[in-house]
């Protein structure tokens, strides 16, 4: 714990703010209480195999094996999101690290995890914005769980255009920027971490390729996935 003046010299200097509702918010606080309780995603609202509310099962092939999602990608998680990708504020990364990982620890579905991966962003993109913030989540994830995150296996080596720009059928080709290294994997249980989980595809294509090198498993984790009914979300914010 950092000594008292020093924590409120560095809450003046930056100011704590819910990645939600933009309030201020404690130094050791990652959201505001009313938006943390509104972004929860019910742990049995989601299907375990492929992490969505209306389950896709049974319509496409995935290559992932189970799944889980922290919130329903809407309202104060959508501006959680767009905060994290434009503004800078990456608590959203930690909020909902903390509950994947807690999900993991008491989920007799996951079984054993090895190691943590992100979603690759090409590299151009990341400088772009500093982050990649499907890493952000998979480092916190890996941290709370004290399992190693390995962000040299996969890659994307085309920058192409942005999933949110395409159809879902678009979608499912754009995901060939996917690429992996030639790392053996084998037998390894691999937790693969993402933004927005909203058709599957991105999380497939990076399973699929990290089953070509041997993974045993796959368990696809998102910070949010998209949820019908609800109040539409930014369209240019959505992700794959
Ligand atoms: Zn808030
Ligand atoms: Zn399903």
Known sequence: MEPKWKRSLLELLWPNRCPGCNALIG?????????????????????????KVNCICSKKQLSYDRALAACAYAD?????????????????????????AERLRHGIDFGEIDCVMPVPMHP???????YNQAALIARAVAAELSLPCREDVLY????????????????????????????PLDGQRILLC?????????????????KQQGAAA?????????????????KTMSST
Do not use: W, Y
């Open 156 to 183: 994307k080596d085309k920058v192409g255009r942005a999933q949110h720009e395409l159809t879902a059928a678009e979608r499912a080709n754009n995901v060939d920027s996917f690429q992996i290294h030639d790392i």
């Open 194 to 210: 993402d933004d927005v989980l909203t058709t599957g595809s991105t999380m497939s294509r990076c399973a699929a390729l990290l």
């Open 27 to 51: 130094p050791d606080r990652a959201v505001c209480e009313t938006c943390g309780e509104k972004m929860l995603l019910e742990h049995d609202a989601v299907c375990r195999r492929c992490g």
């Open 124 to 130: 151009s993109r990341e400088r772009l914005r500093g």
């Open 218 to 234: 796959v368990i696809a984790a998102a910070a949010a996935t998209t949820v019908p009914h609800k109040s539409s979300p930014s």
């Open 76 to 100: 104060e998680a959508v501006a959680a999101i767009i905060r994290m990708k434009q503004s800078q504020n990456t608590n959203f990364a930690a909020f909902t690290a903390r509950i994947l």
